[in-house]
């Protein structure tokens, strides 16, 4: 009897850490198609602010009223309803509706993925979203060159604290050298070089991509130059080309798009 209830008990729980692991799906109907999107567990405050303005209808009616090609499709603003054409949506209660951040490591911007905007860091220093509205990343393909750029700009005030140390205090001996003794003067640039490159690489975060980001961004494609800045909370798992379609629509100088894109969103699961 003991051996049934600690079986009966081990399943039960098993059940429950199942229910706890299962990711919600969402539908965003368009007149442009459909994109079902999961959204993560590990970004709760996002996930449950977001379910919760679906059940009260919030985005129904609004529109996709910002598109960027090769970076994002953005909407949801309550302002974008029923907004004739020409008007600028998407500054309607922005600041009343702040949601928490819950920037994840493991989370980067990769095409598909879904998050909400927010004002920038000399306003908002603590990151919160503006609730009132979400962004889908459409991105682009990448090349090594590219993200090795990126790279460099990431590090460029530790690499100019470095050479403040190292090359700015001989800098008149090198330009000598350099005109007076070309062989010394390439020694010591690679010299100088390496000292450079050891501070940059002491740096706990100093390569911005690891392996398996840097290949998504070449690969599936994405927005790079964001990562770390929103909180991303889920990802669309069908339905990319109606992203393509809404990034690549014809817009206003304000980036909406001439013809209106009306959304619905629907839970699924």
Known sequence: MKTLLYILLFLNC??????QEKETIVRITTNKGVMRVKLYNDTPIHRDFFLSQIKKGYYDGSLFGRVLPNFVIQGGSEDS???????????????????????????????????????PDDINPSKKSDGSQFFIVQGRRFTDDELNSLELQKNLPTKKKAMAKYYHPYKKEMDSLKVHDIPEYNRRVIEINAKVDSV???????????????????????????????TIFGEVIEGFDVIDKIADMEADRNNRPLEDVVMSIKIEQ
């Open 81 to 119: 309803k029923g907004a004739p054409p020409g008007q600028l949506v998407g500054h309607g209660r922005g600041g009343k509706m702040l949601v928490a951040p819950e920037i994840r490591s493991n989370h980067y911007p990769t095409r598909g993925v879904i998050a909400m905007p927010r004002q």
């Open 200 to 230: 940059i690489r002491l740096q706990k975060d100093h390569l911005l991509f690891d392996k398996e980001e840097r290949e998504a961004y070449k690969t599936v494609g994405g927005a790079p130059h964001i990562r770390g800045q929103y």
């Open 14 to 19: 098993v059940s429950f850490v199942s229910a």
